[in-house]
């Protein structure tokens, strides 16, 4: 009876173990069911939450982004999806469930990268037409870099040539004076001979003036001079960073150039001291003037008849006296042979240099009068993280993006802000500003492209030297004649430009590298019109139009602007709509944390087995899922 009470218990221990086992075994598969379900629900979850883009911005600009606005919006929408899965869990039993947003990027965060990820993914499905471009975009940035310094740099030389210009005139104006003093000398003589008080004291009252004002014209070269020196000096200093920049052909260039200033400038020593010596002498002309017109006067009051010989002793010491008179003339060359050209080249360069948009906007078109409020834009947030560099090649796809998606002023947009790709370029916040910004770019890149061509081509150039050389004169100084020259290639480059830009705007094409064919304005033509005009040119359809030369203007400019200013105007116009659209709260991809609580089934079917296996009645699961576009 013993052996088989003892078999019975035997038997009921290990009925109790097996179970245990059996159940834990169960338990621990469903425990990973629950936390693959649990895993599937959040992903799942994930699916649904990110299926909610924003239409408007898909459809307007392709892009698909969740309109998330903070944590606790997105931990709330994502709650109703998950809820689902946990309310009918079924036999993986899950309650209490929780979700806590852990990571949140933004399309706004990190310096737009999302953004740029986003555009690219969506242009690399879109076959982009580079068919017409100016050369390989290896070297497109660096032409648009090279042709902004040469302009900075060929404006600067045409104010020095300017500036020695106004020297020369200083120097004219100072001989003038030397010859008006020896031609009255020389009538005073004449006068003496002929006995004429009259034309003595008109003649001697010259003299006089001419001596006087001499004092004056020669502070005034003096000046002019010394500017000359100081602004060379300081544009040497000003632009030596972007010298340095110049390929090794465009340094020598303008090495050569900046050579023809300095050895201008070394003439002045020897100049200013022979014009001191000279100025001084004639000065002294005006100092014994008041005993000559006592003289006269005396003549003028004696009798002819009864003071002959006092007369004649008068008219003696007039004649002694001034015979003293210094004519000194200017002994090395000066001077200008045709002013008046000269002035037409001051006057074309000061009309052309004006208000840009005044002298480009067609007369069939308006300025438009739009503003924003910067305030609210994607460009105002304050981003520290640096995004990754972006290469040329994507650079190029998300500029060609711009202009596919936005406005600019030849599309002549019907929108309260209009000029939006001058606006991803610039960053004003008014049309105006923009469009004055961005074409007085385009200026400056086609004013040193087209100054490149005008010295690259020899029949060009003969003509530009022609022209100094008649302005100069052959009594000039042949370092003048240069400078000279440096103007007129200045003055013809931008004219030709601004009338690139008049065809620009007209929805024409301008070629990027230009041709003989390809040049609009004659130096001929241009010299005899109207200065405060240009002459109308033939109409060109060869090379490229406004759109292009924008989106080479944004190769050059920070990368990180121009993704946030791309946004700015996506939220510009969808807030039309939407009016409290944020690009902000827009959300490209998020990290939650779910957790759940399960409660145990098998285990407590066991017999004994929550003894046995020490379980409590339920336990937390934590799972994290990651959801991006």
Not at 361 to 366: I, M
Request: net charge negative; hydrophobic share 40%.
């Amino acid at each position: 009876m013993r052996q088989k009470c003892s078999i019975s218990v035997f038997l009921s221990l290990i009925l109790v173990c097996v179970s245990a086992l059996i159940f834990a075994l169960l338990e621990s598969a469903r425990t990973a069911g629950v936390r693959y379900y649990l895993q599937t629900a959040a992903d799942a979850s994930m699916d649904s939450l990110y299926s909610n883009f924003h239409k408007e911005l898909w459809e307007n600009y392709r892009l698909i982004l969740y309109e998330g606005v903070d944590e606790q919006t997105v931990e709330k929408d994502y709650m109703s999806y998950i809820k689902e899965y946990v309310d009918n869990s079924d036999i993986y039993n899950l309650g209490n469930s929780k979700v806590q947003v852990t990571d949140l990027r933004r399309i706004t965060d990190d310096s737009a990268f999302w953004f740029e990820n986003q555009v690219l993914e969506y242009m690399k499905y879109n076959p982009v037409d580079f068919s017409d471009s100016a050369t390989n975009f290896a070297d497109v940035k660096n032409d648009v870099e090279q042709a902004n310094i040469m302009q900075d740099i060929t404006f600067a030389c045409a104010n020095h040539s300017k500036e020695a210009a106004k020297i020369e005139k200083s120097l004219m104006r100072i001989s003038e004076s030397f010859n008006n003093i020896s031609s009255a000398k020389s009538k005073l003589e004449d006068c003496i001979a002929a006995r004429d008080t009259s034309g003595c004291r008109a003649s001697l009252m010259i003299i006089e003036s001419e001596a006087n004002s001499l004092g004056n014209k020669l502070q005034i070269y003096e000046e002019e001079a010394d500017s000359l020196n100081e602004s060379l000096s300081r544009t040497e200093s000003e632009l030596r960073d972007e010298w340095e920049q110049l390929t090794p052909d465009n340094k020598v260039i303008f090495e050569t150039r900046i050579a023809d200033y300095r050895n201008y400038t070394a003439k002045d020593g020897a100049r200013r001291t022979e014009l001191i010596s000279k100025v001084e002498a004639a000065k002294e002309n005006a100092q014994d003037m008041a005993e000559r017109y006592e003289a006269i006067d005396r003549i003028r009051e004696l009798d002819a008849d009864d003071d002959a010989d006092e007369i004649e002793a008068n008219w003696g010491f007039l004649e002694t006296s001034c015979s003293n008179i210094s004519t000194p003339a200017i002994d090395f060359a000066h001077g200008m042979a045709d002013e008046n050209k000269e002035n037409r080249l001051e006057s074309m360069i000061d009309f052309l240099s004006k208000d840009i948009v005044s002298l480009l906007l067609p007369g069939d078109r308006h300025l438009s009068q739009g503003r924003v409020d910067k305030s609210k834009f994607p460009s105002s947030l304050t981003n520290t993280t640096s995004a990754n560099e972006t290469d040329l090649a994507d650079n190029l796809l998300i500029n060609e993006y711009s202009t596919r998606f936005f406005a600019d002023f030849t599309d002549n947009a019907d929108k309260e802000f209009a000029y939006e790709l001058e606006y991803i370029y610039a960053g004003f916040d008014t049309d105006i500003n923009n469009l004055t910004a961005t074409l007085t770019s385009i200026l400056a890149l086609r004013s040193g492209l087209n100054y490149m061509h005008i010295l690259s081509d020899s029949e060009k150039m003969e003509q530009v030297n022609n022209l100094a050389l008649s302005i100069a004169g052959s009594m000039g100084l042949p370092e003048f004649s240069m400078l000279i020259s440096c103007l007129i290639i200045s003055v013809w480059s931008l004219a030709e430009s601004i009338a690139d830009l008049r065809a620009l705007l007209n929805k024409e094409k301008v070629a990027f590298f230009k041709m003989k064919e390809d040049w609009r304005l004659g130096l001929d033509s241009l010299m005899n019109s109207n200065p405060n005009t240009l002459p109308d040119t033939e109409k060109k359809q060869k090379g490229l139009d406004y759109e292009s030369y924008v989106k080479y203007l944004l190769l050059i400019i920070d990368v990180k602007s121009r993704d946030y200013r791309i946004m700015d105007m996506i939220q510009n116009n969808i807030s039309q709509k939407e009016t409290d659209f944020k690009m902000e709260s827009m959300i490209h991809a998020c990290r939650i944390k779910v957790s759940a609580e399960s409660y145990r089934v098998f285990s407590n079917l066991s017999i004994g087995g929550r003894e046995l296996i020490s379980l409590a009645p339920s336990y937390e699961l934590y799972i994290e899922t990651i959801g991006a576009y």
